[in-house]
């Protein structure tokens, strides 16, 4: 049981290029999520998913866009690369929605557009 | 919009004692959970402990403890007989009712000396 898997763990763009951040889970959970956190900062919610073919915009949404094809895999796509997008992205998964619910997190991957 | 205070940005605690880290938080909603994470230098988010607002016991997870106010909105995380490998960062998150994401503090550092 490998929980939530990230992949890369470390990438650097160039501005304006594009890229896709894996996120796999295999606890079979219908909620996942996307994170960023950036440097000194709490995580702030780029985008949700409540089951497969169902997304929506969390807090910080532009410049991401997001698919859910399954309940496994929930991938973050950065379509061009702009500096203001160097963070550490976080995904996480959950069984439930609502007031409970622990959220399981990814290891992350660090991004650094220069 | 919800909001997570952490307002102690470093704590320092000598090994073997008690500390507790504060954390408040605002919302009109009824129903909401509120989780600690510890996040050490290698950057993985660990759940540490959950509680209810409908709770009306403190959550305990092993040497943690939560210290429930809910007349004044707080969340503390005790943690007793601090080791080492308590050092990291940790944030307090809040989650509503009828809601999904998690809602962050900027996190306290701690550091625990020998």
């Known amino acids: 049981n490998a929980g939530v898997t990230q992949t890369p763990k470390f990438r650097i763009l160039k501005i304006g290029q594009s890229m896709t951040l894996q996120c796999t889970q295999d606890m079979n959970h219908n909620y996942m999520y996307w994170y960023r956190q950036d440097p000194g900062m709490g995580l702030k919610l780029i985008y949700y998913s409540v089951g497969a073919g169902i997304t929506d915009k969390g807090e910080v949404p532009n410049g991401y866009n997001v698919s859910r094809s399954t309940t496994e895999d929930f991938p973050l796509r950065l379509e061009l690369a702009a500096p203001s997008q160097t963070s550490v992205y976080f995904c996480?998964?959950?069984?439930?929605?609502?007031?409970?619910?622990?959220?399981?997190f990814g290891p992350g991957t660090r991004l650094t557009v220069l | 919009a919800q909001k997570i205070t952490q307002t102690q940005p470093g704590m320092f605690v000598q090994e073997k004692e008690a500390v507790t880290l504060d954390c408040t938080y605002d919302?009109?909603?009824?129903?909401?959970?509120l989780f600690w994470y510890k996040q050490p230098s290698s950057g993985e988010m660990i759940f540490l402990i959950y509680q209810g607002s409908y709770d009306e016991q403190n959550a305990t997870e092993g040497r943690y403890s939560l210290n429930f106010q809910k007349a004044r909105k707080s969340a503390n995380l005790v943690i007793s007989a601090s080791q080492l490998g308590d050092s990291a960062m940790y944030f307090c998150?809040?989650?509503?009712?009828?809601?999904?994401?998690?809602?962050f503090g900027k996190g306290t550092s701690l550091l625990v000396t020998p």
């Open positions: 996480a998964s959950s069984l439930s929605g609502g007031a409970g619910g622990e959220q399981f």
């Open positions: 919302t009109s909603d009824q129903s909401y959970g």
């Open positions: 998150a809040m989650r509503r009712g009828s809601g999904y994401a998690l809602n």
